[in-house]
């Protein structure tokens, strides 16, 4: 019985469970956390790293046409010529990570298995991952400069040009893009619930700690404009 529960415990942490927080130790606590709740005896530790990632997750990309429109409100204004692998690179980042997602973790080659295929799949997705940073940074600033380097550097940049610049107009800000970090999550509708212990921090304490720019975030994209004192753990439930 006891083993059986810890084979169920095992699919579970691999296949049903997703974790995001902006504190890398944070994250790799989580794992660790996990880890010694489904230790099997002469088996390795289940892969993790595919489910629990480091990121902010109010800052970020909800849905997949913010990017194909390359807008936040997701309404059209560009045409998204130089987008047309979005849709082929998601569905193959989806197929790698089913894939991922799917096979046992019994020993260790299994385990390098799993690594590949997650970073295929990141692969697939490195490329678009900047240009939603680059969107995202066009958003704290509004200049239009995020928008204009993914329409004009697309096509022709590597993954890593991309990113450098994206990084260098984010400032340090960190981000996390959900339809693109689990694909196959949104392939599927969605999440079924979320279980969390969201930061509480007074509404005029934001802009002190977080900066008047991501409060104006918060408050545009997240809480549709509407202003006020609220606390900063109203923005994670309104993400959620």
């Given at each position: 019985?006891?083993?059986r529960?810890?084979?169920?415990?095992?699919?579970?942490?691999?296949?049903?469970?997703?974790?995001?927080?902006?504190?890398?130790?944070?994250?790799?606590?989580?794992?660790?956390?996990?880890?010694?709740?489904?230790?099997?005896?002469?088996?390795?530790f289940?892969?993790?790293?595919?489910?629990?990632?480091?990121?902010?997750?109010?800052?970020?990309?909800?849905d997949?046409?913010?990017?194909?429109?390359?807008?936040?409100?997701?309404e059209?204004?560009?045409?998204?010529?130089f987008?047309?692998?979005?849709?082929?690179s998601?569905?193959?980042?989806?197929?790698?990570?089913?894939?991922?997602?799917?096979?046992?973790?019994?020993?260790?080659?299994?385990?390098?298995?799993?690594?590949?295929l997650?970073?295929e799949?990141?692969?697939?997705?490195?490329?678009?991952?900047?240009?939603?940073?680059l969107?995202?940074?066009?958003?704290?600033?509004g200049?239009?400069?995020?928008?204009?380097?993914?329409?004009?550097?697309?096509?022709?940049?590597?993954?890593?040009t991309?990113?450098a610049?994206?990084?260098?107009?984010?400032?340090?800000?960190a981000?996390?893009?959900?339809?693109?970090?689990?694909?196959?999550?949104?392939?599927?509708?969605?999440?079924?619930?979320?279980?969390?212990?969201?930061p509480?921090?007074?509404g005029?304490?934001?802009?002190?700690?977080?900066?008047?720019?991501?409060?104006?975030?918060?408050v545009?994209w997240?809480?549709?404009g509407?202003?006020?004192?609220?606390?900063?753990?109203?923005?994670?439930?309104l993400?959620?």
């Open positions: 019985l006891d083993e529960k810890t084979f169920a415990l095992r699919l579970i942490a691999q296949r049903c469970l997703y974790g995001v927080d902006k504190n890398h130790l944070a994250a790799e606590m989580a794992k660790l956390s996990l880890w010694l709740l489904t230790l099997a005896k002469d088996k390795p289940t892969f993790l790293d595919h489910a629990i990632r480091t990121g902010d997750s109010l800052v970020g990309i909800k997949l046409q913010q990017l194909e429109n390359l807008t936040m409100s997701g059209k204004q560009y045409a998204p010529v987008l047309e692998s979005l849709q082929s998601v569905r193959q980042a989806i197929q790698l990570r089913q894939r991922l997602e799917s096979s046992p973790a019994n020993d260790i080659q299994a385990i390098e298995d799993q690594e590949r997650f970073a799949a990141s692969l697939l997705t490195a490329k678009l991952r900047a240009a939603a940073d969107l995202i940074a066009d958003a704290f600033r200049d239009g400069s995020g928008v204009v380097t993914i329409v004009t550097r697309f096509r022709d940049s590597t993954a890593e991309l990113q610049e994206a990084s260098k107009q984010l400032d340090g800000q981000t996390f893009h959900w339809p693109l970090k689990f694909p196959e999550v949104f392939d599927r509708g969605g999440f079924n619930a979320f279980v969390c212990n969201p509480f921090m007074g005029k304490k934001i802009t002190g700690a977080l900066g008047d720019s991501y409060r104006t975030y918060l545009h997240l809480a549709n509407t202003r006020g004192h609220a606390d900063l753990c109203t923005y994670f439930f993400r959620a």
